[in-house]
């Protein structure tokens, strides 16, 4: 592996850190250059009801980012079954071409009487459409409320939570003021043996995880962003790494953790757990990716209309995970979506030994579409939509498919083909602990 200095490769981080922050919408793309380029395509259509006009928005939208080439007549029969299902009535048009669906969603739309009534017709109408798109139930219907509380997971930002309210400290209080309030609130909650007690428990360990660590704090205090990962050193020679989701800080949270650790010379193997991860911002993959695998390296494809995309890592090895010989990476059936990239990622180039169970199967890219043409001056919407396919090294689709580990728990003797691989009973016992420990 190639070296860098500590110093240059804090640099790099942090403003990678801050260009994620402005550029990244998370789960999905958030292209404003494209966006603007389909607006504009749908306007030119000249609708005068506000409704169509929405309609047809949508209808260009999809048929242009999509992730798979849709005919007029696909979906056409979308909108006529949507229709069919919201009015009750057979909806028929004798040739299906774009016009005479524009009549007959303007019929529909002139047959309600009550201006609310438009509005949920249409913008149910629409839901079902994108709800109804392969994979179904993916693509949806937003509106302002849903697109920001999206934005918010992806960026593991919990408005509604106040961590210092929780430790009912001040934003200013010191490292010795959030320590007291935290024994004081656990010591009187341990003996509260309710469901109730004890989760106010979990979520006091909570915000001490996460207001006792400086950079953490520092990061929750910018961006109001908690932390992605757990980690513990469980021996001096293996570290433990969590990750339980990708957001535009856990690159940062990253190259902090390994720091912490990079001490010595005995400690030589990585737990990378991606167990029940839910994804999240896979903008970010080019660069988290590189620490593992170096620069420039191809890392993995998105698929679109029939068009293939290759992307490359941005960055080279982090110096703080050079030292690990040994890795480990756990999947189970619920690492999903970005995590499903990393793990295919790191069984093509060797990093680690995968282990535990297929991964879920979730490999689906979503953009968020601004739309032009509203209808609601008290609702803005948006088109949350399937836009790429991710593929595994040998070309197949994650979707459906998953990720498949080198090592599945799932058969006899797993232990000993672990064993065997590494040639360390160590690991192989914390391996069952952990996974035991899941389960």
Known sequence: ?????????????????????????????????????????????????????????????????YWDKIKDEQLINLYLLGAEKLTGKKQEIAVKDQKNLEKLLLQNIKEINEEEKKKEFTATLVDIVLA????????????QKEEVD??????NINPEIDQYQVLEVKKDASAEEIKKAFEDKSSQLKTDTSDEGQQKLAQVNKAYEML?????????????????????????????????????????ELVNVTQKVDKGETLDTLILDLRDNVGGAIDGLPYFLGPFIGNDQYAYQFFHQDVKEDFKTKIGWLPTLVRFKKVVVLV????????????????????????????????????????????????????????????????????????????????????????????????????????ADKN
């Open 1 to 65: 592996m190639a070296k860098t200095s500590k110093k240059s490769a804090l640099i790099i981080f942090s403003i990678l850190f801050s260009l994620l922050i402005v550029g990244t919408a998370g789960i999905f793309y958030f292209k404003n250059r494209k966006i603007q380029t389909k607006t504009e395509q749908s306007s030119s259509r000249n609708i005068k009801d506000k409704y169509v006009s929405f309609l047809f928005e949508v209808y260009d939208t999809i048929q242009k980012n």
């Open 132 to 143: 109804n798109l392969q994979p179904f139930g993916r693509s949806r219907l937003y509106s």
């Open 150 to 155: 999206l934005k918010n997971r992806v960026k």
């Open 212 to 252: 006792s660590d400086e950079k953490n704090r520092a990061i929750y205090n910018e961006s109001g962003a908690e932390p992605t990962m757990e980690y513990k050193l469980l021996t001096p020679q293996i570290f433990y790494l969590h990750i339980k989701q990708f957001s535009p800080t856990t690159i940062e």
């Open 332 to 435: 189970n059936e619920n690492a999903q979506s970005s995590a499903e990239v990393m793990a295919a990622v790191l069984k093509k180039y060797n990093v680690g030994i995968l282990v535990g169970t297929a991964t879920k199967g979730w490999g689906t890219v979503e953009r968020v579409f601004t739309l032009n043409n509203q209808f609601d001056p008290n609702t803005k919407y948006s088109v949350f939509l399937v836009h790429s396919l991710t593929l595994r090294d040998d070309n197949q689709p994650i979707e459906g498919k998953g990720v498949e580990p080198n090592i599945n728990i799932k058969n006899e003797g797993w232990e000993n083909e672990l064993t065997k691989r590494f040639n360390s009973p160590v690991l192989t016992q914390k391996i069952k602990e952990i996974v």
